[in-house]
């Protein structure tokens, strides 16, 4: 089994920024795809951003690109996610998911909840308007 811990969330101003960390602690896998989807009551949980195991591959949501950067430290089994210039609209659960042995590049699997194995407990972000 794995265990996911979302850290980081809180609530910053518009404009501010916040960095979420995965740690991902149990079975462990060299080869494997981490998700950030966020939620807010009575939506879907939606994509936020992907990055493989090596970090070379990202993908990001049009709602968050060019603010929000996913990297991965391997060493601590953590994958973080910078979060730049806030928004209110950015204000949700952030979730981070793990998929085993799979990859992003060339590919849009990623960005379906559906895909993934591993789930952790969730972060709130809150960004007031």
């Known amino acids: 089994q794995v265990q996911l811990v979302e850290s980081g969330g809180g609530l910053v101003q518009a404009g501010g920024s916040l960095r979420l960390a995965c740690a991902a602690s149990?079975?462990?896998?060299?080869?494997?795809?981490m998700g950030w989807f966020r939620q807010t009551p009575g939506k879907e949980r939606e994509f936020v951003a992907a990055i493989n195991w090596s970090g070379t591959d990202t993908d990001y949501a049009d709602s968050v690109k060019g603010r929000f950067t996913a990297s991965t430290d391997n060493a601590k089994n953590t994958v973080y996610l910078q979060m730049n210039s806030l928004k209110p609209e950015d204000t949700a659960v952030y979730s981070c998911?793990?998929?085993?042995?799979?990859?992003?590049?060339?590919?849009?699997?990623?960005?379906?909840?559906?895909?993934?194995?591993?789930w952790g407990q969730g972060t709130q972000v809150t960004v007031p308007s």
């Open positions: 998911a793990l998929k085993n042995g799979r990859g992003i590049y060339g590919r849009t699997w990623y960005r379906s909840r559906y895909e993934y194995d591993y």
């Open positions: 149990g079975r462990t896998f060299a080869f494997y795809t």
